[in-house]
C-alpha cells in the first residue's frame, strides 16, 4: 500500500471516529445516570394551601416558581359484551398475580386488604365532557378531603399520586376532577391529586414545561405523603374503562393511555410513553425524573421512555380495549 493511500485510509478511519464519538456524546449527554446530581428542589415551592381550600379541596394545588434552574433532569350483544368483560377481567386477574406485588403488608386495624380488581368495576364508562363548576364537584364528592382520599372498608395495596402538570386550562380541570373521582374512588385506591402549575409567564423560551413539573409534583407529593406509585396524567384525557387500574407494577413502568382519542385510538408509534403513565418510585428516581429541558410542545415523553429503557427496563402497555382515553377538546373550553 503506498503512502499517499495509508494515509487515506487513516482519514477515513478519524472521520468515522470522530462521527462515532459525536453521536454518542449526542445521543448521551442527558442520560449519565449515575455521576449527575438527582433531581433537585431549589426551584419548587411548598404546597400552597390557601389556594388548595380555595379549589373547594378537590385536589392539592402546587405552584412552580419562576426560576433559573434548568438541570437536566430531575410516564354487540349483550352476551358478547358480558364475555369480553370476563375476558378482559381474567387478563387483568393473571397480569397482577404475577406481576404485581403489593407495598402495603399489613392492614390497618382489622381492615382487610382491598381486592386486586374490585368487584364494582363495570368496564367501559360513559364519559361527560361537560364542565361542572367546582361547588357542584365539591357538592358531588364531599367525601374528599384536601384533594385525598381513602377507601372505608378495605386497605389499600398501594398508595398513588396522580400528578397534573397544568396551565390556563380551567375548565378541563374541572372535566377532569369531575370524571376522576369517582373513576379512582371505584377502584378501592388510596390517593391524591396533585395539580402543578406553572407560575412563570409562557415566553419565547419559557414556554410550557411539562416535564419540570412532573419532577416538582414528585417531590412535592413525598413531602406531603409517603406514596408508592405515581401517575402522570395529561389533563386533557379521561379514561374510557375502570379496569385500567391505576396502580403501579414493581417490575416495570407502565403506559396508561395506548389508545387515545386525541390519536384516533391508536398508539402513535411504538416508543410513545405520553398521555398517562404509572411509576413507582424506585422507577421514577431510577432513571433520574424528566428532563427540565424541554420548554414547549412535545420532546419531553420520548426523553423519558429513553431514559426508561436505558435503565434496562421495559415498559408494560394496557390491552387496546382496557387502555382507551378520551380527550377534552378545544371545544370545551369556557
Request: proline letters at 3%; charged letters at 25%.
Amino acid at each position: 500500500m503506498s503512502a499517499i493511500a495509508k494515509l487515506s485510509f487513516r482519514a477515513v478511519i478519524t472521520v468515522q471516529l470522530f462521527f462515532i464519538f459525536a453521536w454518542i456524546f449526542y445521543y448521551t449527554r442527558d442520560y449519565t445516570f449515575i455521576s449527575q446530581q438527582p433531581f433537585n428542589n431549589n426551584s419548587i415551592v411548598h404546597l400552597n394551601a390557601g389556594r388548595a381550600e380555595e379549589r373547594n379541596k378537590m385536589y392539592i394545588y402546587v405552584e412552580s416558581a419562576k426560576t433559573d434552574e434548568r438541570n437536566k433532569s430531575y410516564t354487540n350483544s349483550d352476551s358478547t359484551k358480558t364475555e369480553e368483560r370476563k375476558k378482559t377481567y381474567t387478563l387483568l386477574t393473571s397480569y397482577f398475580e404475577y406481576n404485581y406485588t403489593t407495598t402495603t403488608d399489613k392492614a390497618d386495624g382489622a381492615l382487610k386488604k382491598c381486592q386486586l380488581i374490585p368487584s364494582g368495576l363495570v368496564g367501559k364508562l360513559k364519559v361527560d365532557k361537560t364542565p361542572k363548576t367546582m361547588e357542584a364537584i365539591e357538592k358531588k364528592y364531599e367525601t374528599i378531603k384536601d384533594g385525598k382520599y381513602k377507601p372505608k372498608n378495605c386497605t389499600a395495596r398501594q398508595k398513588v399520586a396522580i400528578l397534573i402538570p397544568f396551565r390556563d386550562r380551567e375548565s378541563h380541570l374541572r372535566i377532569f376532577l369531575n370524571h376522576m373521582h369517582t373513576f379512582l374512588m371505584k377502584q378501592q385506591l388510596e390517593y391524591g391529586i396533585y395539580v402543578v402549575e406553572q407560575a412563570f409567564q409562557m415566553t419565547k423560551g419559557l414556554e410550557f414545561n411539562r416535564g419540570f413539573l412532573f419532577n416538582v409534583g414528585y417531590k412535592e407529593a413525598l413531602r406531603d405523603s409517603d406514596y408508592d406509585c405515581f401517575v402522570l396524567h395529561d389533563v386533557d384525557l379521561l379514561p374510557e374503562n375502570d379496569h385500567n387500574i391505576y396502580t403501579c407494577p414493581v417490575d416495570q413502568p407502565k403506559h396508561l393511555a395506548v389508545a387515545s382519542e386525541k390519536w384516533q385510538y391508536n398508539l402513535p408509534y411504538t416508543s410513545y410513553f405520553g398521555g398517562v403513565s404509572a411509576l413507582t418510585r424506585e422507577q421514577y428516581e431510577a432513571v433520574n425524573g424528566f428532563s427540565n429541558e424541554f420548554f414547549g410542545w412535545g420532546g419531553e415523553d420520548d426523553d423519558f421512555y429513553n431514559r426508561v429503557a436505558w435503565s434496562q427496563m421495559s415498559v408494560y402497555r394496557s390491552i387496546n380495549d382496557v387502555g382507551r382515553y378520551s380527550c377534552t377538546l378545544p371545544t370545551n373550553l369556557l
